[in-house]
């Protein structure tokens, strides 16, 4: 398999009064062609700062202070914001958690796909309108001559996530970024969601970067996972492993509290206390507060990451004489 993308040693920082705050750090991984790489962990994990931090789409406080990101053999921290205007969109698209804020509500939905279109393509009048009815009807929204003309507010969350859908394949992407893309539909609306999305990874032969908090959506689409907590890699592995034979105490703890993960127990199992805020962040393992298999080196010394096969790694000390350090 080839690389679509390569993200190496990604480090992101927050200006916050008292100094740059490390809210991603040292993040590594790859997006091989055609996969579904799944990124998981609870919120405050990183997750999404990663996802913007890729199209350099963080806000005014946030930088990038080192670390590389490779699309196709392009470190995409070195273009300007015109060099990825032109890579947004065509090459690398994105799907936010939340529909209902995402579309303009000014605007038809038409015009919505039809300047992304326009932006990428040369396509023109007529073209362009029978290209958004075709996308609209690719995503599986009916009466699409009519949804063009409609505005967002006319059409229901999963009917706007479509459209979302729309947006992000509009011009064939290599690669699609869902961020959350279900979270903030219904239970019934998620399963179409999915199907849709995997279905359209499968057509366009796109490879696809999914970020959830749920296990669950991980089972159903990831080919590969990276956990992350508190900013940084804790374990990577293929799926069937992870949920399976999870290693890291952290990724335990997620998956003992997934109702669908977990059959077989009474109980589910949470995880005692909350993620640290990047100013919390302990100088030793940075899971030690919530950790029940703390050891007394935890407190005092951050696990490096540990190759423990030929494709997990964990960040932890258990697995100090397991694995080479990465
Ligand atoms: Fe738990 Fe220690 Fe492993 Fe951290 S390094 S996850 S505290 S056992």
Partial sequence: MSKVLEVKGLTTQFESKNGPLTVVDQVDFIVEKGEVLGIVGESGCGKSVTSLSILQLLDKHGTISSGEVFYQNINLVEKNEKE????????????????????????????????????????????????????LQLVGIPRADEIYHEYPHRLSGGMKQRVMIAIAIACNPTLLIADEPTTALDVTIQAQILDLLRSLKDEMDMSMLLITHDLGVVAEMCDRVVVMYAGQVVETTDTRTLLRHPKHPYTIGLIQSTPHQSKGEKRLKSILGQVPTPDQFSHGCRFVERCPKAMEICQSTAPPLYDVDSHTSCRCWLYENKGDVI
């Fill in 84 to 135: 990825m205007k032109k890579i947004r969109g065509k090459e690398i698209s994105m799907i936010f958690q939340d529909p209902m804020t995402s579309l303009n509500p000014v605007l038809t939905i038409g015009k919505q796909i039809g300047e992304v279109i326009e932006q990428h393509e040369k396509l023109k009048g007529q073209e362009v309108k029978q290209k958004v009815v075709k996308l």
